[in-house]
């Protein structure tokens, strides 16, 4: 571990120590607790789902503990609306999209942990380089739709916020441990306590594998990623007519791990799809994050609510990756990959067979440092009595930036060895920083009307966005070729949803806002824009609960970024795309059949579906590869039309059995129309996973896991460079002890 972990370890021991001495007394009351609880989630239940005047997904703590996924893709599969292309296997950095929004490194959604902005740079670098450690979660938060305006400043598709483990009531805990083929292990334990004035909560979670793929010439392909959380709250008593709560947070990551972007080509992907080119064996990625967070609480008698959170998250990161050939002219890896035959000596050249010139590949340092912080708080009236009435106003200011001090090394092969024969100075490839300054404000008001439930609201952005680019030959700054850009932004995003309950078990809602996303830090550059719509309905029939939902998503302006993360140059620069639509259906079922039959046993049922249908609606060139040539009518690559998820669980007061299945339809990986030609496109696939947990008393419980049961073999992308295999048969054991 590196040299943080003594301190940090020392910090939660000392804390422990000072905890144990204060004199205990009675606990928080019930109501107290679930305002302290409360205050960083979004809805908190299933139940506040239900009511909810647009479409939204609670994920349980019981939902993640019942195949204890470790990969956040596997997690979201559940959710209608999601749509999600796999790259490294293990959900490190995942590519979610929600309603049709661009999936690439999760750029176009706004992705939040106790209800704080998480992406390194959330606005002049969305891309989702980190993403949190979904093992430590305890429960997750998915709004779309209208039910989503709240939060921004990405309002088209929605937003996911993650919850971190509370602080318990009671002084309680839990260690689990888990072992897997790969040599994949995941470690955790976690301890708090309450009392009447303070309480505390302290996690450490350990994941690492030595990765499934096998590198020529051996090597390790997998990661290894840490993470130490601790919470720390004081309060007044519950009796005190002004409730107030301070809850400090600290987290801290590490990452090591052994990936790269270079894929396989098709003939090699149906020979050993699990092949890892000897050219990729100095690929590596090393990242720390830290997160800080400072809540206070403010609840009056009179109904008003205060929430307050200063806030700031680092990370830094290096990703030291393979990224062209040079034997005549440079190639980029993706170009060879998708042409060997044209390019069939810088191919060859990548196994690592024979020996290569100097200098003959170009190992990228994509060194790049965030930060994000700010200030922001939203305060509540609630008042009325038969027709409840309840007024949210919220504001925030907030600040980014991404530091890029990058080079790139040239490598020879030898004796089947990636040696370095040039070393470059740092800064060489690129040396810039973006940044960004916003201020963001929302009113949402609701009305309850009898049977009626409205939501209007109304979002402010006003983003100032800059670049400092001090050019490739002044690594030290000093400004003498620096160039700069500005652009700022000023938006109002409206919308209204309403919710009609019809009778006890039948609801219908709907609603339209508009989108957003911040655009490029390019002068004049366009926001992306777009008006949605969703109509929908809750239901109880006949056994069945569920929700369905139209949607349609009408954008003016979509916007594409240049990312080496899908086969573009990596610049981040962003572009206009045009004119889109994407509509579709999602649909949720659940029905227990062995419901009102007396047995010990229940077998509940969860189908979830969604369609989605996209058109660009005018015709451009991209140099992005997943994009390229547009032509009116195209799709939009990597969203797949069709998916389903269907779960069943064998529930019992001793054990549980849970079946999983996902179904992904065949998407195209560059834009187009038609049928898909084969070297654009991933085929479709079924893949199953089982998990059972057997309870040998109300403290121990026994688990095992397999991930792709039937051991399929299927591809899950074509970039970042080649195509990429999804995780074969995994399986897992584990022991937990709960106190």
């Given at each position: 571990m590196k040299k943080t972990l003594p301190y940090l370890l020392l910090m939660l021991v000392s804390v422990g120590i000072y905890a144990q001495q204060e004199q205990k007394s009675d606990t928080l009351t019930r109501q107290e607790l679930k305002e302290i609880l409360l205050s960083n989630n979004i809805l908190g239940s299933k139940f506040e789902v239900k009511n909810r005047t647009g479409s939204a997904y609670y994920i349980s703590p019981q939902d993640l503990e019942q195949f204890e996924y470790t990969d956040v893709n596997k997690v979201l599969r559940a959710v209608p609306g999601i749509s999600i292309y796999e790259e490294d296997g293990f959900g490190l950095r995942p590519n979610i999209s929600l309603r049709g929004t661009s999936p690439e490194r999760s750029a176009r959604i706004t992705l939040m942990e106790d209800g704080v902005l998480i992406a390194p740079a959330p606005y002049s670098a969305s891309s989702a380089y980190y993403f949190p450690t979904i093992g430590r979660m305890q429960a997750v938060e998915v709004l779309k739709g209208s039910s989503q305006i709240q939060y921004g400043p990405y309002t088209t598709g929605g937003a996911i916020n993650m919850i971190s483990k509370e602080i318990p009531n009671s002084f309680s805990g839990n260690a689990r441990f888990t072992i897997g083929n790969y040599n994949t292990r995941t470690v955790e334990a976690n301890v708090g306590d309450s009392y009447e004035n303070f309480g505390w909560n302290t996690e450490y979670y350990n994941y690492n594998s030595d990765g499934f793929k096998s590198l020529d010439g051996g090597g390790n392909t997998g990661f290894d990623k840490s993470d130490y959380v601790g919470k720390f709250r004081w309060n007044t008593s519950a009796e005190n007519k002004t409730f107030q709560a301070i809850t400090a947070k600290i987290q801290y990551s590490e990452e090591t791990s052994n990936e790269t972007y270079l894929g396989l080509t098709d003939t090699d992907f149906d020979i050993d799809p699990f092949r890892r080119y000897a050219a990729s064996q100095e690929d590596q990625m090393n990242a720390d994050h830290s997160q800080f967070q400072l809540n206070h609480l403010l609840k009056l008698q009179s109904g008003f609510k205060l929430n307050t959170t200063?806030?700031?998250?680092?990370?830094?990161?290096?990703?030291?990756?393979?990224?062209?050939?040079?034997?005549?002219?440079?190639?980029?890896?993706?170009?060879?990959?998708?042409?060997?035959?044209?390019?069939?000596?810088?191919?060859?050249?990548?196994?690592?067979?024979?020996?290569?010139?100097?200098?003959?590949?170009?190992?990228?340092?994509?060194?790049?440092?965030?930060?994000?912080?700010?200030?922001?708080?939203?305060?509540?009236?609630?008042?009325?009595?038969?027709?409840?009435?309840?007024?949210?106003?919220?504001?925030?200011?907030?600040?980014?930036?991404?530091?890029?001090?990058?080079?790139?090394?040239?490598?020879?092969?030898?004796?089947?060895?990636?040696?370095?024969?040039?070393?470059?100075?740092?800064?060489?490839?690129?040396?810039?920083?973006?940044?960004?300054?916003?201020?963001?404000?929302?009113?949402?008001?609701?009305?309850?009307?009898?049977?009626?439930?409205?939501?209007?609201?109304?979002?402010?952005?006003?983003?100032?966005?800059?670049?400092?680019?001090?050019?490739?030959?002044?690594?030290?700054?000093?400004?003498?070729?620096?160039?700069?850009?500005?652009?700022?932004?000023?938006v109002w995003i409206p919308g209204i949803g309403a919710n009609y309950k019809l009778a006890q078990n039948l609801s219908f809602f709907g609603g339209v806002h508009k989108g957003f996303a911040p655009p490029g830090s390019s002068e004049g550059q366009k926001p992306e824009e777009s008006i949605n719509f969703e109509l929908g309905s809750r239901f109880f029939l006949g056994g069945f609960n569920g929700e369905i939902v139209g949607f349609y998503n009408d954008y003016s302006n979509l916007l594409g970024s240049d990312l080496a993360a899908s086969g573009g140059t990596g610049t981040l620069d962003q572009f206009n795309a045009g004119a889109v639509t994407v509509n579709g259906l999602e649909l949720l079922l659940n029905y227990n059949i062995l419901q009102n039959t007396g047995s010990s046993l229940q077998l509940p049922i969860t189908f979830a579906y969604t369609l989605t249908n996209s058109e660009f609606n005018s015709s451009f060139e991209s140099s992005d590869a997943i994009y390229g040539d547009v032509t009116d009518g195209d799709e939009i690559p990597y969203i797949a039309r069709n998916q389903f998820n269907i779960t069943a669980s064998l529930d019992h007061k001793s054990f549980n059995i849970s079946l999983s299945g996902r179904y992904t339809d065949a998407f195209r990986t560059q834009a187009g129309s038609g049928s898909i030609p084969e070297q654009f496109k991933v085929p479709s696939n079924f893949i199953v996973d089982f998990a059972t947990r057997y309870y040998v008393s109300k403290n121990v419980t026994l688990s095992g896991n397999i991930n792709n049961l039937f051991d399929t073999t299927y591809a899950v992308s074509r970039v970042p460079s080649g195509l990429r295999p999804g995780m074969p048969f995994s399986i897992n054991t584990g022991i937990a002890y709960k106190f």
């Open positions: 200063i806030y700031r998250n680092n990370f830094k990161r290096n990703w030291y990756k393979l990224d062209n050939v040079q034997l005549e002219n440079t190639v980029s890896i993706s170009n060879v990959l998708a042409d060997p035959l044209t390019y069939e000596a810088e191919y060859r050249s990548l196994l690592g067979t024979t020996d290569t010139p100097n200098d003959a590949f170009g190992v990228k340092a994509n060194n790049r440092k965030y930060y994000a912080q700010g200030i922001q708080t939203i305060g509540t009236f609630l008042w009325g009595s038969k027709n409840l009435q309840t007024l949210e106003l919220g504001l925030r200011f907030h600040q980014d930036e991404e530091d890029r001090f990058q080079w790139e090394d040239r490598y020879a092969i030898q004796n089947g060895e990636m040696i370095r024969t040039t070393v470059a100075e740092k800064g060489t490839d690129a040396n810039r920083i973006a940044s960004a300054d916003a201020l963001a404000a929302h009113v949402l008001y609701k009305i309850t009307l009898g049977d009626l439930t409205l939501t209007p609201g109304l979002r402010y952005e006003n983003i100032t966005l800059k670049r400092k680019d001090y050019g490739t030959n002044d690594t030290a700054r000093t400004g003498i070729d620096l160039s700069t850009r500005e652009n700022k932004v000023d």
